[in-house]
Every structure is written in structure tokens, then in C-alpha cells.
């Protein structure tokens, strides 16, 4: 119920707004995933190791967004988003959640360090990631989008 009451907030300030679905804005996202993934392998390439560990975390935002802009729920928060993937889509979440902590702890904080397998292993989860989220964009026929929206809505007009 937590978690609902905090969808509820943000929906009240205008955080996660009920939109018209858009194939246009869900391909840009996909783009911006793509970038984001491409960016975190050349960064892992040069060693920058951190960054890469916050890209990779960025390319499975940047699906999820597309997902969400594919049924008509714009969201711009991060955790709200996380648990819209599991509430609407039924998906597990753990893996992107875990992705956003890593990230936050080595993008913001100083006493964080990431080793090869660490940054590797980041980008795996992310391409595991984003080949389940392509598989849930892939189902979304027009039926399962209004299906999908109206279970968002429902979620905020509790």
C-alpha cells in the first residue's frame, strides 16, 4: 500500500500523467536505450568503469520509459517507474532495482569502487534486461495497451 500511496502522490503533483500512447516517443526511448547500452560498453572498453555501471543502469530506464509511453503513462521518476513494471506489467523488477542502487551509490558517492566483473556484470543484467522488456513491448497489442493503461490509472485514482 506504500508503494501505491506514493503513485497517488506523484500523480496529485503531476509527476506520472495518464498520456496518449505513442509509438513516436516509445522509439525514441528505444534509442535512447540503445545509445545509452552502446556508450556503456565503450566506456567499459576505456576502464571508466563507474560511468559505464550508470549507463548500463540508464539503457534499462531509458526501455522502461518506452514501455510506459506505449500504453500512455508518462512518469518522470525513477522509482515510480520501477514499480509501474511490476504493478501494470507484472514483470520482476529486482533487476532494474538493483541497477538503480548501483548506480546511485557509484555515480553519487566517492567511496564507491567497481571493479571488471562488477562493470561487467552491469552491462549483462542490462541486455537481460532490456531483451524482457522488448518482449513485453513486443505483446503489447492495441487490447493489452488499453488493458495495461487502465490498470495504471486505477492505480493512482485509489
Not at 497517488?8 to 513516436?24: F, M, Q, R, T
Not at 565503450?42 to 518506452?66: E, P, T
Not at 529486482?94 to 564507491?112: C, G, L, N, T, W
Amino acid at each position: 500500500m506504500k508503494r501505491i500511496n506514493f503513485l497517488i502522490k506523484l500523480w496529485k503533483e503531476g509527476k506520472i500523467e495518464a498520456v496518449e500512447p505513442s509509438d513516436e516517443i516509445k522509439n525514441a526511448y528505444i534509442q535512447r536505450s540503445d545509445e545509452s547500452l552502446s556508450s556503456a560498453k565503450a566506456l567499459f572498453k576505456i576502464g571508466n568503469l563507474k560511468d559505464a555501471v550508470a549507463l548500463a543502469y540508464y539503457s534499462m530506464y531509458h526501455r522502461l520509459l518506452a514501455a510506459l509511453f506505449r500504453i500512455g503513462i508518462k512518469c518522470e521518476n525513477h522509482a515510480a517507474s520501477i514499480i509501474l513494471l511490476k504493478e501494470v506489467f507484472g514483470a520482476d523488477n529486482s533487476m532494474i532495482s538493483k541497477a538503480k542502487s548501483e548506480r546511485v551509490d557509484k555515480q553519487y558517492y566517492v567511496d564507491f569502487s567497481v571493479n571488471l566483473k562488477e562493470a561487467e556484470e552491469s552491462i549483462r543484467i542490462a541486455e537481460e534486461f532490456i531483451a524482457e522488456m522488448d518482449d513485453i513491448i513486443a505483446a503489447l497489442t492495441e487490447d493489452r495497451v488499453k488493458e495495461c493503461h487502465g490498470k495504471a490509472v486505477s492505480l493512482f485514482s485509489e
